[in-house]
């Protein structure tokens, strides 16, 4: 037998041993997980059954096995047993609405308000059909793949298709659509290789500094009359259009109903390619004429994340979220785009509205940092008039809150938990006065099993000024005199830290990893998260490989000087996307502090990573060919390798390519590093399952843990 297959059988020697003889510390961490723990927590939710329009409800808890129910009355501030009532089956009606009429075979059919008309896509034109008549009319004749009105982009087919981005007007024969232009963007490819034949997978991918990015286009149609008009939009380069409702990044940018439920108008946001520029406009579909009711320049990005504008009694009232005196605000304008108030004044930021009374002129919204004595990444609810005044937080508790608001808005359930305080249920009115206590989450079960809460951390950033909160996950079976490995498990954001706030069982398996005989810190840096302020959220900006790294480092030397058991002659770190990125670079940046790093799906290389993530976060410039930008690579710091690297990757993966991966591979391989590598067939971008989460636990507990 040759070296290479001595080599290859204890490989697989080594890969019986581990998976089917777990260790005894594997033992204790799959004891710990969020899947073995689930169980022991009950209660943790209360779903409210409001009755008598509003002024009492039932609700259900899990006592001694047995599901049991209880009524409330706020008035009365009595909780007692109630029998739930017997409820008899009604007899289905029919429905009039069109769906139902058309049925599942008529999906691509969009009709306007009274019906009389319908759009749809086919072979990427857009097509008008009365109801009364079998035969379309084509009203576009330059569609193609990915210039289109229809909502694919496959090539042409017999099949019609559902017209994409276009909405009819209310009580009226008028439709609005937005076409986006992606001909000459850039493609990228993935292979399938678990198909029956290896499978090819191409698409559009447009990465920062492009110079073929999406373009838009508006067009207003007219059912009467048959005509399509362009509306002219144009003024930043590579501009982006959204109109009502759509999603972007994964959020919704809010407002008041559906595009086309005003009569008269349609209201879209136009953001520059920089991301620092951002229009409020608004279409008048009788005349075609657009307004721009609402400019604002915001250095040196808008937070994308929690930005939100709302249309309010038939445009007469316009909310805009605005970062503009460095913490994000709701503003009140006119419906002429003139400002009238500020909907809540101090250091803190204001998320998402959970509920808005357009007659009472108020709203509810989640607030952050509001109350300066507590970590400021905990969510609280605050009431607020449309005219700045009657502020008041409805949610005072220590802890991350969701509320529900009865439905006649007098009284509201909040529930709120941290990591080392499982889920409290109080009753309060609108006022924020606690009525009465209703539950708290029954977690015996999980103390009987030896589970501990995660410590909370509030630590210094490197500029030994600005406040990091976090958490530090100990073994159960904690010997203070002894010395313990400490693992960073990293997310540098920008748009998310991914640390949970509310009460959760092994978050990010960082409990059931620190069973196997370490200590597991994880936090969030400064840049990593939008809840905190402009001036927090874009410290990494222009540094975009780099700015995470001083802090975690920093935080952990922080930690070891006041806890003598945390051991940094043996320090780890790992994370997935964003995190398994910071994991590779930090190993190279200060490869004689990080000993062991795992780092899975990571993107390395931020220039081939998703447009938006890299020109809002990193920026971007006008040349004079263009926009540029250029972002530091991980493969860069290749040639710094001292410790273990351990690389994962998904070979399917379309949100962070595996060639990012590959390339980072590469150039450890031209600089004769050695580093241990593994990808996962068929793995798109989410890896999270059990093979994933034991790769990791197997490779710091023979290379930090037992070392």
């Excluded at 029998?83 to 609405?97: D, F, I, M, N, T």
Aim: aromatic share 12%; net charge neutral; proline share 5%.
């Amino acid at each position: 037998m040759n070296k290479f297959g001595i080599a290859l059988l204890c490989c697989f020697l080594t890969a019986g041993r581990v998976f089917s003889q777990p260790s005894q510390a594997m033992e204790l961490a799959e004891k710990f997980s969020a899947d073995s723990l689930n169980g022991y927590v009950q209660n943790a939710n209360l779903s409210p059954h409001w009755i008598d329009n509003g002024s009492k409800f039932y609700y259900s808890v899990v006592s001694e096995g047995r599901t049991v129910y209880y009524l409330v009355d706020p008035k009365k501030r009595k909780k007692v047993p109630y029998q739930l009532p017997e409820v008899k089956p009604k007899k289905q009606e029919k429905s009039a609405s069109r769906s139902f009429t058309y049925g599942s075979s008529d999906y691509w059919k969009k009709f306007s308000t009274d019906s009389s008309f319908f759009v749809y896509g086919y072979r990427h034109d857009l097509y008008l059909q009365s109801a009364k008549d079998s035969v379309p009319i084509r009203m576009t004749q330059d569609g193609e793949p990915y210039y289109s009105f229809s909502n694919t982009n496959s090539p042409d087919t017999d099949d019609r298709k559902s017209s994409g981005i276009a909405f009819w007007i209310k009580n009226s024969h008028k439709l609005v659509a937005v076409r986006e232009d992606k001909r000459r963007v850039g493609e990228m490819a993935i292979i399938n290789s678990l198909a029956p034949r290896p499978v090819v997978s191409s698409y559009k991918f447009p990465v920062p500094g492009d110079k073929n990015v999406p373009q838009y286009e508006l067009f207003l149609f007219d059912a009467d009359k048959r005509t399509t008009t362009k509306l002219n939009i144009d003024r930043y380069p590579d501009q982006k259009i959204i109109l009502q409702s759509q999603l972007v990044n994964g959020r919704v940018h809010l407002f008041a109903g559906q595009p086309g439920s005003h009569e008269r108008y349609v209201y879209f946001l136009r953001k520059s390619r920089p991301a620092d520029q951002l229009d409020l406009c608004r279409l008048d579909v009788t005349t075609g004429q657009i307004d721009e009711l609402i400019h604002e320049t915001n250095k040196p990005h808008f937070n994308e994340q929690l930005f939100n504008c709302r249309i309010l009694n038939g445009g007469e009232d316009i909310l805009w979220w605005s970062e503009r005196t460095g913490y994000g605000k709701y503003y009140l304008y006119d419906r002429n785009g003139k400002e009238k108030a500020v909907l809540g004044q101090g250091n803190f930021v204001s998320g998402e509205i959970h509920s808005i009374d357009t007659a009472g002129r108020s709203l509810i919204m989640e607030v952050y940092g509001a109350d300066p004595s507590i970590d400021p990444y905990y969510r609280m609810y605050a009431r607020v008039n449309f005219d700045g005044t009657g502020f008041t937080i409805l949610t005072p508790g220590n802890g991350y809150h969701d509320i529900a608001v009865s439905p006649d808005q007098k009284y509201l359930i909040d529930t709120y938990s941290r990591m080392d305080m499982p889920p409290v249920h109080e009753l309060r009115n609108m006022s924020g006065k606690k009525i009465m206590d209703l539950e708290t989450a029954e977690i015996s079960g999980l103390v009987e099993r030896g589970w501990k809460a995660p410590e909370l951390l509030c630590v210094k950033a490197a500029d030994d000024s600005t406040l990091l909160y976090g958490y530090l996950y100990k073994p159960f079976d904690f010997d203070s005199t002894k010395k313990y490995p400490v693992i960073s498990n990293v997310y540098p954001g920008p748009q998310d830290d991914l640390l949970p706030r509310k009460f959760t069982l092994d978050d990010n398996y960082n409990q059931s990893l620190a069973q196997l005989g370490c200590i597991v810190v994880t936090v969030a840096y400064r840049g990593s998260s939008p809840y905190r302020g402009r001036e927090f959220h874009c410290f990494g900006y222009g540094n975009l490989r780099d700015y995470p790294l001083a802090d975690d480092k920093h935080v952990l030397e922080q930690l070891a000087a006041e806890r003598s058991y945390i051991d940094l002659d043996r320090v780890g770190i790992y994370g997935h996307s964003g995190g398994g990125f910071m994991s590779a670079t930090a190993i190279l940046t200060h490869p004689d502090f990080y000993k062991v790093a795992v780092a899975a799906s990571g993107n390395y290389d931020s220039n081939i990573y998703t447009q938006w993530w890299g020109e809002t976060y990193h920026g971007i410039w006008e040349g004079k060919n263009g926009f540029e930008t250029r972002i530091p690579t991980t493969s860069e710091l290749a040639s710094r390798l001292k410790g273990k690297l351990f690389l994962i990757t998904g070979d399917v993966d379309k949100n962070v390519h595996p060639s990012q991966t590959f390339r980072l591979v590469d150039a450890l391989i031209k600089n004769n590093k050695r580093f241990d590598m593994m990808v996962l067939p068929g793995k798109d971008h989410g890896l999270g399952d059990k093979y994933y989460i034991n790769l990791i636990r197997y490779y710091f507990l023979e290379n930090l843990i037992e070392k």
